[in-house]
């Protein structure tokens, strides 16, 4: 039976097997030594699927609490598939460290399926890789995770954006390409939480230091405003009200954009994280 040659079904997520056999019994190896020897040859290959590991993602994050609203009733929900451009009620408009478009239907925040406090707000900061925690300019904008354990990264506090990182979001803007950006679902100050997850009895609002990451999402970015640079970027979405008027202004930083679903490859988290649009395959045997 070809079933026997293939690998045993992984402990979660999805997978499918490929099989293949010959039409007739073919020639063995040893046929040259045992004449008319032969026999039906097959074999078998298994993918899986599932939510990606957390290697990296662009030195941002936004909040599992905007993401849901985004994606689930009373939001648009993803635009699938992308391209083409979805109509401009699919985008929404998130504020750095504060509340967003996207998290005024529903309060309070619904909480994640991983069990995590819920935590209202949009986009956030986080450390970069070569930051040394943030004390300087990071050497990409990715969000380093080397740091901490148990999918716990590092806040990066304030309402700015460095150089390095808005090289990377103007790029993202202009190619109108998805980026991959982590999703927390709750944060503490507390070292001890650290080690543990869920969090629930940990979180903290305001100024935290670290970011529970929940899972990766895919978000096309179509306009933005920077407080620190002054930089604003006109949304390229025909029909929407930023084509013409800066998203927001003054002390406020506010990235504009949609949620789309993306498949990778790569290594597959161990039981499943959830999936937030973004899956991975990889093969398993």
């Not at 039906?40 to 994050?61: D, E």
């Not at 309070?108 to 819920?118: F, H, R, Y």
């Not at 013409?244 to 003054?250: D, H, I, Q, W």
Request: aromatic share 10%; hydrophobic share 30%.
């Amino acid at each position: 039976m070809l079933e026997s040659l293939c690998p045993a079904p992984p402990a979660s997520g999805g997978y499918v097997n490929v099989q293949i056999k010959s039409d007739a019994a073919m020639p063995t190896l040893l046929g040259g030594f045992l004449p008319n020897r032969s026999e039906v040859l097959g074999g078998c290959s298994q993918a899986r699927w599932g939510s990606p590991v957390f290697t990296s993602g662009i030195a941002l994050t936004i909040s599992y609490c905007a993401w849901n609203q985004s994606v689930n009733p009373p939001g648009p929900g993803y635009v699938d598939p992308y391209p083409p451009n979805p109509a401009a009620s699919y985008e929404r408009l998130f504020n750095f460290h504060g509340n967003s478009t996207a998290t005024t239907g529903t309060s309070p925040c619904p909480a994640p399926s991983s069990g995590g406090t819920p935590i209202s707000g949009g986009f956030g900061s986080t450390c970069e890789v070569g930051a040394n925690n943030c004390s300087n300019t990071g050497s990409d904008c990715a969000t380093a995770t080397n740091r901490l354990p148990n999918n716990w990264f590092d806040n990066n506090p304030g309402n700015s954006i460095d150089s390095l990182c808005r090289d990377v979001l103007f790029t993202y803007w202009q190619n109108h390409q998805p980026m991959l950006i982590p999703v927390y679902d709750c944060t503490s100050n507390v070292a001890s939480c650290l080690t543990q997850y869920p969090c629930s009895t940990c979180s903290t609002n305001g100024s935290n230091s670290a970011y529970h990451l929940a899972s990766l999402a895919a978000f096309v970015v179509t306009t933005y405003h920077l407080q620190s640079s002054n930089e604003t970027q006109l949304s390229w979405l025909p029909g929407s009200p930023y084509a013409a008027t800066a998203p927001c202004s003054g002390s406020t930083t506010c990235i504009g954009g949609f949620f789309v679903r993306v498949v990778t490859t790569g290594p597959i988290q161990p039981g499943g994280s959830g999936n937030y649009g973004v899956s991975s395959v990889a093969l398993s045997g």
